[in-house]
């Protein structure tokens, strides 16, 4: 059974840091690779962040890069996403998923590529 639950969010002031997790199950968390993404209000769903389980290589986005990190627990079947220095348009919704196996390195970025999704956990940046 695919279960993936985010925790973490919050309501936070411009510079803060907050961790978000993502629990998942022994299977979920086999996926070739594990992902986090987010929607602000009003947009699409973007890509904030990725990290393969064979090599724990991540990819970020431009906007993060430099201010979040990807990371993974592997005993304890938990992914993390640390985000510091947050700014008021890091504000959204954010999502973890899974991609199980490999699609190619087009599909590692864009939603249509993770087919497991958890509920998600409001982050709301003040100014």
């Known amino acids: 059974q695919v279960q993936l639950v985010e925790s973490g969010g919050g309501l936070v002031q411009a510079g803060d840091s907050l961790r978000l997790s993502c629990a998942a199950s022994e299977r979920t968390f086999r996926a070739y690779a594990m992902g986090w993404f987010r929607q602000g209000p009003g947009k699409e769903r973007e890509f904030v962040a990725t990290?393969?389980?064979?090599?724990?290589?991540?990819y970020y986005a431009d906007s993060v890069k430099g201010r979040f990190t990807v990371s993974r627990d592997n005993t304890k079947n938990t992914l993390y996403l640390q985000m510091n220095s947050l700014k008021p348009e890091d504000t959204a919704v954010y999502y973890c998923?899974?991609?199980?196996?490999?699609?190619?390195?087009?599909?590692?970025?864009?939603?249509?590529?993770?087919?497991?999704w958890g509920q998600g956990t409001q982050v709301t940046v003040s100014s």
């Open positions: 990290i393969k389980r064979i090599d724990g290589s991540s």
């Open positions: 998923a899974s991609q199980q196996v490999e699609l190619g390195s087009q599909y590692l970025r864009v939603p249509i590529g993770y087919a497991d």
